[in-house]
């Protein structure tokens, strides 16, 4: 099994855009995958895939019901097969993620409250990896892929616990360049909070440009952190901002620019060719990771 978290402490770094295309990259590599989407916020994965229409539906079941105990129906109906993509499922955010904390910690008290055994304790934390084992979903995937918010959470300490393995977008532009120092002591703390190991599969730059300071700040990377660099992508706007626009992944937005053909509405510049190659052979040597 194939498993792991993108994460970064600052938002808007291209954590979603990532996870999305390396997704479809391991779908079309006939790796079945599951995204499973802890953001709160609408421009999530869900959004990208297309499954995010119960989002705001109160009363719809949703994986934080199910994470306190309280879900509605079959965990497994929470996932989306619709997503258009052959062997990519998703299990959609939900706006009831925005008070996860707040509902865990209840729900937390409530069920030792309530248990007879007084040492019993309810683990925040294993919550989601508790659901995925109840529900054969290890036996059903070869990969799960965690977006959470980008910020310390329950969402991001069940993606974690789940997946015990993250990949580290970072902006290198003056101010993301700052939090790259953090990002040992974030790994460090998370491997407190959650009393395991955690792998990373390394540090990504995204939307990379090669300004002086950009490229300083990547020889810094490079140097003194003590984890890979797997892969660096380039500054692309527009083929990104057609993600968002297309509410598609890369790979789906150069295909739908071939459909359109001749006088479409966009044409497919090489440097769009090399990031798609990017994102397979990133997926291919996170495949080759989980294998060894
Ligand atoms: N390689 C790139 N070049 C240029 N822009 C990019 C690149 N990758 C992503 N972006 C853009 O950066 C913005 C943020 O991307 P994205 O939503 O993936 O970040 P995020 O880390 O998931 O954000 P959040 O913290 O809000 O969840 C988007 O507008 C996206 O189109
Ligand atoms: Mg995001």
């Not at 990532?18 to 790796?31: D, E, K, V």
């Not at 508790?130 to 054969?136: S, V």
Request: glycine share 8%.
């Amino acid at each position: 099994m194939l498993a792991y978290t993108v994460y970064s402490e600052s938002g808007g770094v291209g954590k979603t855009t990532t996870a999305s295309n390396l997704a479809h990259a391991h779908a079309q590599n006939g790796y079945r995958t599951l995204v499973i989407d802890l953001d709160p916020q609408e421009a999530s994965i869900s959004y990208i895939f297309g499954v995010d229409d119960d989002r705001d539906d109160g009363h719809a079941d949703n994986l934080v019901r199910h994470l306190i105990g309280r879900g509605k129906d079959s965990f497994e109906g929470l996932i989306r097969e619709d997503t258009g993509i052959e062997n990519l499922d998703v299990i959609p955010a939900h706006n009831m993620l925005s008070g996860l904390d707040n509902s865990m910690l209840r729900a937390k008290e409530t069920e030792e409250q309530m248990h007879p055994d007084d040492d019993f304790e309810w683990v925040r934390e294993q919550r989601l990896d508790q659901l995925l084992r109840e529900n054969g979903i290890p036996e059903q995937y070869d990969a799960i892929i965690c977006d959470p918010q980008a910020s310390e959470g329950q969402g991001l300490y069940n993606a974690v616990y789940v997946t015990r393995t993250v990949l580290l977008p970072v902006e290198l532009s003056g101010k993301g360049a700052l939090s790259i120092n953090g990002l040992e002591s974030l790994v460090d703390g998370l491997e407190t909070e959650l009393e395991m190991d955690v792998g990373v599969l390394g540090v990504l730059p995204v939307g990379y440009a090669d300004t002086t300071g950009q490229s300083r700040h990547l020889k810094e990377l490079q140097e003194d952190l003590e984890y890979e660099v797997p892969a660096i992508f380039r500054e692309r706007e527009s083929l990104m901002q057609e993600m968002w626009d297309a509410r598609a992944t890369a790979y789906e937005v150069v295909e739908e620019a071939y459909k359109n053909g001749e006088g479409g509405q966009r044409r497919v510049p090489d440097r769009e060719h090399e990031t798609l190659e990017k994102y397979d052979e990133l997926a291919e040597d996170i495949q080759e990771a989980f294998e060894a």
